[in-house]
Every structure is written in structure tokens, then in C-alpha cells.
């Protein structure tokens, strides 16, 4: 579930809270959204049940809707099924990738069809393809590994920072085939540290500081003299340390 927006007092202009606390430090990285589904529903009023997001399925926002739906595949109620087939079907950009990776964690198999169907979907326009990527990642697909690597050489950043959101989930990956390619993990932690907006950079070095290998260490190490602010360095270090 990924929410970033450029927003004044975080807050859209219908009202809807994008703001929402930040993860506790313990919390694992691939954690990080399933709180932030729930915390979303919370900041906007609605109770991160089962009862709260089959109501907010049916919402006209598309935001609270991708989030009812992540924490319905979060709850693993298979109540929410057949409302979540309905979404899947008939929705599109990251509301269709959110309901089909929620059926798929509900047993519902054939909705992986679905999230790779997402990877196709133009990048600069549309969130669905980095999150469908790494949607299919945890459950052991690196299909959207290509799509990820091009996600960095768009110009949109809201696009760039959820690509980023994903590049841990292909660590257990790497090696793998992914179409041409094989799955470098280590290549897209590169490409984001290397990005132009340091928000990007912020996102990898979080992951980072989960990642203990050669290649990490390497990366990091070639991060912390350049990095362009003290809180990246610090973030760097910090990643560095736990090496």
C-alpha cells in the first residue's frame, strides 16, 4: 500500500488524511505495509477491521479504497472474498493491484494473473505496475524485476519513491530469471541511491539497514562520502553499522 502525494498539511484537496505515524523502529521492513494500510484507515476515521474496510471498499476515493483492500488481505478473512473479486474486476491502477494481491493472500491463486497484467501498465502514469511488482515479489515471482528497473528512469517521483518502497522484496530473489534478465537486487538499491531526489535515497537506506551482505556493505560504502544532506549520511551510517 503506498500513499505518497505531494499534499499541503497533509491532506488532499477532498480531504482525505495522507499523514500517518511513522512505523516503530523494530518494525520489520516488510511490515511497514500492512501498518501503514491500517494507520491510513485510522488517521481517516474508519476502524482497520474487517467490518471498517468492506464499508470502504465501496468509497468513492481510490486511496482508502486500495487501503480497506491491503488490510483485507492483512486480516485474512475470507469473508471479504467476493467483495474483493468485485474490486479486482472492475477497478484499475493500484485499487485492481491491491485487491488482487489481497485475494492472492486469501488463497484466491488466480488473482496473480491480474497482478502481473498490472506490469504492463504505462509507468509514469500509473502507480499499479512497481507495486503489482513487488506484490508478485513476496509471493516468490520476480516477474516485475524489469519493470522496476525502468521505474527509476521515469520522470514521475511519486512513481520512483513506490518503485523504491519494493527492492528488499527481491533480495530472497536474486539470481532468479525474470524474463532476459536476472534478478539483481543490488542493481536497484544502486539506481535508488543514485537518484536525483533524496526522498528516494531515504526509502533504500531504510531497507539497507536489513541487508547484511558484501554487495550492501560495498553500497553503502560508496554512499556515505557523497550523500548530499546529514540526515542521509547519518541514515547511511546507521545502515553501515548493522553491516
Same mark, same amino acid.
Given at each position: ?81 467476493? %467483495? ?112 536525483? %531526489? ?38 547511511? %551510517? ?6
Amino acid at each position: 500500500m503506498s500513499t505518497d502525494h505531494d499534499t499541503d498539511g497533509g491532506k488532499e484537496p477532498d480531504g482525505i488524511v495522507l499523514d500517518t505515524p511513522d512505523p516503530p523502529d523494530d518494525l520489520p521492513y516488510a511490515d511497514f505495509e500492512d501498518y501503514r494500510a491500517k494507520e491510513l484507515l485510522r488517521v481517516n476515521g474508519i476502524a482497520p477491521t474487517i467490518e471498517g474496510a468492506l464499508v470502504t471498499l465501496k468509497s468513492d476515493e481510490n486511496i482508502l479504497r486500495a487501503a480497506a483492500a491491503y488490510v483485507l488481505g492483512s486480516i485474512g478473512d475470507a469473508a471479504a472474498i467476493p %467483495q474483493l473479486r468485485k474490486v479486482a474486476d472492475d477497478s484499475e491502477d493500484l485499487v485492481k493491484a491491491e485487491a488482487a494481491y489481497a485475494l492472492v493472500r486469501l488463497g484466491e491463486k488466480r488473482y496473480r494473473d491480474v497482478l502481473k497484467e498490472c506490469l504492463a501498465y504505462p509507468l509514469n502514469a500509473y502507480l499499479s505496475p512497481s507495486v503489482a511488482a513487488g506484490d508478485l515479489a513476496r509471493l516468490g515471482d520476480p516477474a516485475g524485476f524489469p519493470v522496476l528497473v525502468e521505474a527509476f528512469k521515469v520522470d514521475n517521483l511519486i512513481a520512483r519513491v513506490v518503485a523504491c518502497k519494493q527492492l528488499s522484496f527481491f533480495v530472497p530473489l536474486h539470481g532468479q530469471r525474470a524474463g532476459r534478465r536476472r534478478v539483481d537486487a543490488h542493481l536497484l538499491f544502486g539506481l535508488a541511491l543514485r537518484d536525483e %531526489q533524496a526522498e528516494v535515497q531515504r526509502i533504500a537506506l531504510i531497507q539497507l539497514r536489513e541487508l547484511r551482505s558484501p554487495e550492501s556493505r560495498k553500497l553503502l560504502e560508496r554512499y556515505l562520502p557523497v550523500a548530499a544532506a546529514e540526515y542521509l549520511r547519518d541514515a547511511a %551510517q546507521r545502515a553501515l553499522d548493522r553491516q
